[in-house]
């Protein structure tokens, strides 16, 4: 009797330890926005899913013409364009944010390519739980919405 006592206590402490382990290791929300957005720029010079521009792909023009979200993704897998942020200073309202910043898109087809700056972009985010360790619901920052002023990129191609 007394070995499962001393057992039960023992998984107590364990998951006790884990629990606080997650949670005093949770950052801010600002730095989770940072991580958030950082990962999204990252992802379109990997050619992967989630990346800033295919948020963008509501109202991207390129010579007049608007792509497709299909046409992004497949642009993005096959050319990696680099995307660069400016400053990131999340304005944080409950569970949403609005983060508005410069992007700088470095764009190529062969062996052509440009950067295209955009001066006005608006990301809205809002925060979501997801499972840490498939048992602890942890904070997370998600990209909802990115919109720039001026989404016309003209011929990229142009000096």
């Known amino acids: 009797m007394k070995k499962v006592v001393v057992l039960g206590i023992a998984a107590l402490l364990i998951f006790g330890g884990l629990f606080l382990k997650v949670f005093a290791s949770t950052p801010s929300d600002e730095a989770m926005i940072q991580e958030a957005l950082t990962t999204a720029a990252q992802a379109s010079g990997e050619g992967k899913e989630g990346s ?5 792909s509501g109202n991207l023009q390129v010579m007049g013409f608007t792509p497709s979200k299909n046409d992004i993704r497949n642009y993005i897998q096959k050319n990696k364009p680099k995307v ?3 400053a990131i200073r999340p304005i944080i309202n409950g569970d949403e944010a609005v983060v508005n910043t410069s992007a700088e898109v470095r764009m190529g087809v062969g062996n052509l390519s440009a950067t295209q700056k955009l001066d006005r972009v608006t990301i809205t985010m809002r925060k979501e739980t997801k499972l840490k360790m498939l048992v602890f619901p942890v904070p997370t920052w998600r990209i909802v919405k990115v919109s720039a002023e001026s989404a016309d990129l003209g011929n990229p191609f142009d000096p």
């Not at 800033?52 to 963008?56: D, F, G, M």
């Open 52 to 56: 800033v521009l295919e948020y963008l």
């Open 84 to 86: 660069k942020l400016g």
